[in-house]
């Protein structure tokens, strides 16, 4: 039911744009629509994992940012195809780092995950900022493609995108430890008891939530061409805060138990297309952060 709810309200929305905005019709700006959506939407993937788990990742913002700056800035120095391989993995595997640290401190140091992973992102930023104060770097040749790429008429990150949502959601549904991530979240107690090792499940729960993250950072480096220290939510849009947001939209439980990626999918959707329609409508963009704030209650 809330899964037809929120994919009805974003039907309803999606026609009043249609109707209001002509410049919303055009061919052009949907395709737009649906780029911004794949930062925000990679992301929320791992953020639903976190959140589906009983925790929360407020470290995301961070890894992005730190993600974006190490990989423009290696880029920088090295371009060919088998250093860029070496450093995506590279990136990846730092990410992944990221995600086991969160839950080190989570399960075994008892932290509540608000304030572990607002605590690691707070590191995370102090590092990035040693390392780079001012936007830098540049990204390979042929890098672009992750972010501006086309197979077809249909852009290639967006492709990239269902793909990820379509393999968490056969993780979480079609295997063990996916179904073990909902059972954690809805009661870690009885999970335990029942024989399942909460304690590493919460440890895929928040290395998967860095992994996306990680991706983002790539895409967001092969979208802007540069890293930027910020730009994982101090200076451009605030992922922590939009991935949570959506991700309750999309009717995944905050405490954890109950919610799939298929809803965050919808509320990716929703977010990027509020976002676009105040734009084209010309309102305050400090409007959407009062907006984005009653919607993280509403959805609460």
Known sequence: RELLTIYAILGVLFLIGMIALPSFRSSRNLFNVLRQAVALGLVSVGQTLAILVGGIDLSVGSTISLIGVYTTGL???????????LIVVAMI?????????????????????FIATMGVGAIIQGFILLYAKRPGGRIAPGWDFFAEGMIGPVPFPVIFFLVLVALAYFFLKRTAVGRHVAATGGSEVIARLSGIQTRRVTAYAFMASAFTAALTGLFLTSRMGAGDPLMGGLNFDRYDLD??????????????????????????????????????????????????????????
């Not at 880029?75 to 391989?85: D, E, K, R, T």
């Not at 509320?267 to 993280?296: D, E």
């Open 93 to 113: 595997a730092i990410a992944l780092m990221i995600g086991l640290a969160n839950s080190f401190v989570i399960t075994r140091l008892r932290v509540a995950p």
């Open 243 to 300: 991935s949570v947001t959506a991700v309750l939209l999309g009717g995944t439980r905050l405490g954890g138990g109950k919610g799939g990626v298929l809803g965050t999918l919808a509320g990716v959707l929703l977010v990027s297309l509020l976002n676009n329609l105040f734009n084209l409508a010309g309102i305050n963009p400090y409007i959407q952060w009062i907006v984005k704030g009653v919607i993280v209650v509403g959805a609460v």
């Open 75 to 85: 880029m920088a120095q090295y371009s060919s195809l088998g250093a860029v391989a």
